[in-house]
């Protein structure tokens, strides 16, 4: 098994642009989630997913959308990126113990 | 979910037992406790969790309280590999709950 996969690695935006980060999963857990982390920073929760076509909010949704169309992946979406996004973003699933993979983080920076 | 505190650093010396505190003083009855751990920049990585009794697998061991509102992970040999960030959560089992990490502890291992 792959795990919990995500690309890019890096990407350099310019405010204004929009941009999805990709995640997938081959582990076929039910639950997914975004996380970001600012430098010297926790984990904040952006948006999760309890299943396909089904996701809602977590501490920091704004300027981010998901969706859910598959179990396996779980793309976000940022709308009009501003200087503020910039971070690492984790992708993580659960399984039906509560453990949770988390992938390799896409580093983000935006200009 | 329930909330966490934990220290924000720690040192520990090379082959001696890293004792990490959490108190979730709010915890309840059907709440697991959690531990991860951040190495660098990678993405977080799942160590061990625990309800009532204490656990113990190839990575750490997990002592917690008879009243349930604090616990301890405790790596028996640190080494410089450990040095991480700590991450001690709350979360009910088999549901769909949001989780959210906080700070947790910076742990440093010296030579």
């Known amino acids: 098994n792959a795990g919990v996969t995500q690309t890019p690695k890096f990407q350099v935006l310019k405010t204004g642009q929009s941009m999805t980060l990709q995640c997938a999963q081959d582990m076929n857990h039910e639950y997914m989630s975004w996380y970001r982390q600012d430098p010297g920073m926790g984990l904040r929760l952006i948006h999760y997913s309890v299943g396909a076509g089904i996701t809602d909010q977590g501490e920091v949704p704004n300027g981010y959308n998901v969706s859910r169309s598959t179990t396996e992946d779980f793309p976000l979406r940022l709308l009009s990126a501003a200087p503020s996004q910039t971070s690492v973003y984790f992708c993580a699933s659960r399984d039906p113990r509560e453990t949770q993979y988390f992938g390799p983080g896409t580093r983000l920076l935006v200009l | ?111």
Not at chain 2, 49 to 68: F, P, Q, V, Y
Not at chain 2, 82 to 90: E, N
Not at chain 2, 104 to 111: D, E, M, N, Y
């Open chain 2, 1 to 111: 979910d329930a909330k966490t505190t934990q220290p924000t650093s720690m040192d520990c010396a090379e082959g001696r037992a890293a004792n990490l505190p959490c108190n979730h003083s709010t915890i309840s009855g059907n709440e697991y406790v959690y531990w991860y751990r951040q190495i660098h920049s990678q993405g977080p990585q799942y160590i061990i969790h625990g309800l009532k009794n204490n656990e113990t697998n190839e990575m750490a061991s997990l002592i917690i309280t008879e009243d349930r509102k604090s616990s301890t992970l405790i790596l028996p040999h640190a080494t410089l590999r450990d040095t991480a960030v700590y991450y001690c959560i709350v979360s009910l089992s088999g549901g769909y709950q949001k989780v959210t990490f906080g700070t947790g502890t910076k742990l440093q291992v010296i030579p």
